[in-house]
């Protein structure tokens, strides 16, 4: 009776007569819909999507473009007092991103107003109770959705035109209520760039027959792993989303996804991170379960919770709202496969009855784009009513979770802070971390003066986190080792981030409330380090130590002209001593050597001579950065490190390893991850049908641009691998990481290393402690003895090392096989109680004492294998050095080795003695 009403109230404004009938037209069957969305009310003032695009949302075959969306909200804008639309800045490829906010007009006049409201509820420490209680009694609900983060993913856009119409325009009570008490944020498009490219791909399969490229770019750099950069807010669009996270302080952000049937309204499994407020879990689950029961009421089936995501890792999109004291929430609907139809065929596990799914999806049914769109929309409008009839509460929960985190920084068992000391090794990487923190809005302080605290001497300048702030928990995530246990669920992520862990910085936490009162400033500005050259005057040389910074590769690039060397032992000069691998560079360029040495960091220190000690020169490598047209995704976390760091490569596609020719133009491939199938990243796809391209032309614009082919299918084929291994025999360097060293493993390129599978291994996204078992190895230079490095799973390498050698057999064989050997420059820890650092680890022993990374010479080359991902979703600059090292010291890997083998006493076997 009150959905009927409703529907009745609905008919008492005018109904856009012909929009209203397509919806129905174009969904599949009634109980497919809800009274919410099953009409389209009439205003001659304000444009449908239908009048400004030509088409209904939900129409089979249409997809709009960015630019297209763009025009229809500012449409919206321009004829309606109840819209304002404003500019997030711009893409990685240029295209614009928008937040449009939609209220009544008196709300949209007073936005200011608004977002001061709930910027000073963020941080409660500036408040009394009651100056909160009259904010929150003044203050509306913000309630913001974003849409297509996952660019395959395509209904959120097109269902978002219609919902910001619907609530501008619409007259029923439900609708009323929402515009007079929430203010509902609506970015249609998240990531552009992928939008627009998958746009095209749609338009090209249905000219082609469905044959077509997968979406191969999203971005200039990630793919799905865009809703992965939520700690370190590497990309233009995480930064973005932010930065409007801290213009507006949302009480919601709402992330729209499509990948199961048919609504999932998300609360997760669990484990939950241990730092998130027990109240936004509850949050969580009130939001979803009375979304389940309003929609189930509604008699739409496959509406459900908790069986999809766990709440753990905190490297969303969305965690910009979790981690600040906000609800980070999302959908994932049923995606329509582009904007076409199909007939639903789901296993038994997703249609069976469980508590958490009462109401399971539907076998059989035909399914298509507006089905998603009306199931999206319902179930937003039921969010956005829900918040408005209870707006005061959450946003007073805001405010609560904000006085809980000051408190938990009181707390007596601590820790009440992290000191990060600003005179370590690695100066500039601890500086960009504490950047990073600012960044999320945490506050650091400096010390003004030495002090010690909880049993810890604090030095002027030191770097002081402290934990009684709105955003302590956030820092504590960062900085706490993650405990994921062996029964909990499987995990949907990484299990283990602990940032100074991977990123190679000593920080220490402080349990002592004392720390929260020392003389201290807060920080105002971002860290900066400025090098500095100091020593004899008119230097024969300079001297860096390895730091394993990344500015060591920077300088040298910066100063290709001007020749540098690497110690291969430790050394001291004038009092001092200097570590085997010391950057050595000729004293002919001071002013030069200044200059690049403040700007990035690194402390240079000039000596009256060369030192004697053995070295060899840092040959500046031509290097090619390699992908595989199956998937960008982990390259370009390879790709963006190099792009940052201004490391120059060209960019090439496995298809054109068989180019001899173009080899022979560089001295070290890098080859990222594409996956664990060495035959598929080899063979590629099957050469069925057509070519398939990806390439700009006029029915799609926007492919090309990073790169281009005619034919996405061919892999490295077996004439590049003969190319390749020819090319390594000649000198070349290899680097390749995970399972992608397979390719080289089971194609016979490199001896003496297998891969051997996990029997019971659970090692899922954690991170390890190794130990460094060559020193000597220039691929070490600067490291310690033991280093914490992230793992996922596999590879898990078996090396040869066997040294058995008949005392008769000839020296020169016997060199030359030691010379061939593979090298082992980094292991896990031997000990399975020392292996796990952070992060979830079953059956270590499976790990323990296997190659991390290691060498493996090929004829005068060398393929240089990573078990580990050393360039991990810009979390793992403490390992990026291993790389860095191995592209400085290219030419010159074998230094010292091999350690000189030791024949045996038994005698080569005799034929008669067989086996």
């Not at 941080?123 to 959705?145: C, E, V, W």
Request: net charge neutral.
């Amino acid at each position: 009776m009150v959905h009927a009403a409703l529907a009745l109230l609905a008919l008492q404004q005018p109904v856009d007569t012909a929009y209203t009938a397509r919806i129905r037209e174009l969904t599949t069957e009634l109980r497919f819909n809800t009274e919410l969305t099953d009409h389209l009310p009439a205003d001659a003032r304000v444009p449908t999507p239908l009048k400004v695009l030509g088409y209904v949302p939900g129409t089979v075959g249409h997809l709009s473009y960015v630019a297209d969306i763009t025009r229809y909200f500012h449409a919206l804008d321009d004829a309606s007092p109840r819209v304002k639309v404003f500019d997030l800045g711009k893409s990685d490829g240029g295209r614009p991103m928008i937040v449009a906010a939609i209220a009544d007009s008196a709300t949209i006049a007073q936005l200011d107003h608004y977002r001061d409201i709930t910027a000073a509820l963020a941080d409660p420490r500036r408040l009394t109770a009651d100056s909160a209680q009259r904010l929150i009694t003044a203050g509306k609900p913000i309630y913001y959705a974003t849409g297509s983060i996952h660019s395959p993913e395509t209904g959120s856009p097109e269902m978002l035109m219609e919902l910001a119409y619907r609530l501008a325009v619409e007259e029923t009570p439900f609708i009323r209520q929402i515009r007079d008490s929430v203010i509902t944020l609506i970015t249609p498009v998240t990531e552009v760039d992928g939008r627009d490219r998958m746009v095209d791909i749609y338009r090209y399969r249905k000219a082609n027959k469905n044959v077509g490229p997968g979406l191969i770019y999203w971005g200039k750099y990630t793919a799905h792993d865009n809703n992965r950069d939520g700690i370190v807010m590497s990309q233009v669009l995480t930064q973005t989303m932010m930065k409007a996270f801290f213009a507006w302080h949302p009480t919601v952000l709402h992330d729209l996804h499509e990948s199961v049937p048919f609504l999932y309204t998300s609360t997760g499994t669990g484990p939950y991170n241990r730092e998130l407020d027990p109240i936004v879990i509850s949050e969580w689950n009130e939001l979803a379960f009375q979304e389940i029961t309003a929609l189930t009421s509604r008699g739409l089936p496959g509406v459900w919770t908790h069986d999809f995501y766990d709440g753990w890792t905190p490297n969303y999109m969305f965690w910009v709202a979790n981690g600040h004291n906000s609800i980070g929430r999302f959908y994932e609907t049923y995606t329509s496969r582009g904007a076409d139809c199909h007939t639903v065929k789901l296993p038994d596990r997703q249609t069976s009855v469980e508590w958490f799914r009462p109401n399971p999806p539907l076998n059989g049914v035909r399914w298509c784009i507006r089905n998603n769109i009306n199931y999206q929309q319902s179930a937003l409008l039921i969010a956005l009513n829900y918040m408005a009839r209870n707006g005061h509460r959450y946003l007073d929960q805001f405010y609560r979770k904000g006085v809980r985190a000051v408190e938990r920084g009181h707390a007596k068992d601590g820790p009440n802070a992290f000191v990060i000391p600003a005179s370590q090794a690695r100066p500039v990487e601890t500086a960009n971390l504490v950047n990073l923190l600012r960044f999320h809005g945490i506050e650091v302080r400096r010390a003004d003066q030495p002090f010690k605290a909880g049993g810890a001497d604090i030095a002027a300048g030191d770097y002081i986190v402290p934990l009684d702030q709105p955003y302590g928990p956030l820092a504590k995530s960062y900085f706490s080792k993650q405990d994921y246990g062996a029964n909990d669920p499987p995990p949907y992520d990484d299990t283990g981030w602990t940032l100074q862990y991977v990123r190679n910085v000593a920080l220490r936490p402080i349990n002592d409330t004392t720390v929260l009162h020392a003389p201290a400033t807060p920080m105002t500005a971002d860290a900066r380090v400025k090098g500095q050259l100091s020593g004899a005057s008119g230097a024969a040389a300079y001297l860096i130590a390895p730091t394993t910074e990344s500015g060591l590769i920077q300088f040298r690039f910066a100063l290709r002209d001007v020749r540098m060397w690497a110690s291969e032992d430790s050394f001291s000069m004038d009092r001092r001593s200097f570590g085997r691998g010391t950057t050595i560079v000729d004293g002919i360029a001071q002013a030069r050597i200044r200059q690049a040495a403040e700007s990035l960091g690194l402390n240079v220190v000039g000596v009256a001579t060369m030192p004697q000690v053995a070295k060899h020169e840092l040959d500046l490598p031509k290097i090619a950065l390699v992908h595989s047209w199956l998937n960008t995704q982990n390259e370009g976390w390879v790709r963006y490190a190099f792009d940052v760091l201004g490391i120059p490569y060209r960019y090439l596609s496995v298809q054109q390893l068989k180019n001899r020719e173009l080899l022979k133009q560089f001295n070290v491939l890098v080859l990222p991850y594409v996956s664990n199938n060495a035959q598929q990243i080899v063979n590629g796809l099957p050469m069925n049908g057509p070519p398939i391209p990806w390439r700009r032309s006029a029915l799609t614009p926007n492919l090309g641009g990073v790169d281009s082919t005619d034919d996405v299918r061919p892999g490295i084929g077996l004439e590049g691998m003969a190319a390749l291994s020819q090319w390594i025999a000649a000198g070349g360097v290899v680097i390749t990481e995970g399972g992608t060293s397979a390719v080289f493993t089971d194609y016979g390129v490199t001896r003496g290393v297998d891969i051997t599978p996990a029997r019971q291994l659970r090692a899922s996204g954690a991170i390890y402690r190794a130990v460094m078992k060559d020193a000597s190895s220039p691929i070490a230079y600067g490291y310690a003895d033991t280093l914490a490095v992230y793992f996922n799973q596999s590879p898990l390498f078996q090396v040869d090392t066997s040294t058995d050698i008949p005392e008769d057999q000839d020296p020169d064989l016997t060199a030359a096989q030691a010379r061939m050997r593979p090298r082992v420059v980094l292991a896990f820890h031997q000990k399975r109680d020392s292996l796990r650092l952070s992060g979830l680890l079953v059956s270590g022993e499976e790990l323990t004492g296997r190659p991390a990374v290691l060498d493996a010479p090929v004829g005068q080359g060398h393929v240089v294998l990573f078990a580990i991902r050393p360039f991990w979703r810009w979390e793992t600059q403490g390992s990026f050095a291993l790389v860095f090292n191995t592209i400085l010291n290219w030419n010159d890997l074998g230094v010292q080795w091999p350690a000189a083998p030791k024949p045996t006493a038994r005698p080569v076997a005799a034929p008669s003695d067989g086996p």
